[in-house]
């Protein structure tokens, strides 16, 4: 029997056995995880996903891919050349079972791509502590009259006509 499974972007027609190459997940060498994205498994396609379906994989290795290289060449006035490259994180699997029903009762952990936040990781992060219940406000000061003479020290309302300390400035 034969499932195809989404992960990282890409679609994968996978057998139990086969050894697969895909995107980078959070997982190391020897673990289980479990895909239940799985949008087809024999002749049962699903609409988008088949429900209670999984391909479960143990992880072989965490690799690198072959090298990519970018080049760019600017022809005419600027003839100028740049060459860039790198080589894409990818871990190896291999296919051990292919659920068509109880995926989600099965305990396997889930495949997460390393670099994004799934629902599982988010569901596994310890919730927050709770606040302790916010204080009483203080009871309200008696109201000061309108006209309160400006305070030594305090900076006056606007510092071009006035100055500070409500003092005028000595410039001799």
């Known amino acids: ?16 056995g086969d ?18 994205e799985v949008l087809m498994v024999g002749s049962t396609v699903g609409a988008p996903l088949v429900e209670g379906a999984g391909v479960q994989a143990e992880v072989i290795d965490q690799i690198k891919g072959q090298k990519v290289i970018h080049f760019v060449r600017r ?9 860039k490259g790198h080589r894409q ?6 296919i051990t079972e292919i659920l068509e029903k109880g995926a989600d009762k099965s305990g396997v952990m889930a495949a997460v791509g390393a670099g994004s936040v799934g629902a599982v990781a988010v569901a596994a992060a310890k919730p927050a502590p709770k606040k302790a219940a916010p204080k009483k406000a203080a009871p309200k000061k008696a109201a000061q009259p309108a006209e ?9 309302a606007n510092l071009l006509t006035e100055a500070r300390g409500g003092e005028a400035d000595d410039l001799k």
């Open 148 to 156: 309160a003479a400006p305070e030594v020290g305090s900076k006056p």
């Open 75 to 83: 022809r005419r006035k600027h003839s100028s050349k740049r060459t």
């Open 89 to 94: 994180q990818l871990t190896l699997l291999r």
């Open 19 to 36: 050894v697969l190459r895909v995107e980078k997940l959070a997982a190391n060498a020897g673990d289980t995880v479990q895909f239940n």
């Open 1 to 16: 029997m034969f499932a195809v499974l989404k992960t990282g972007g890409k679609q994968y027609k996978v057998q139990s």
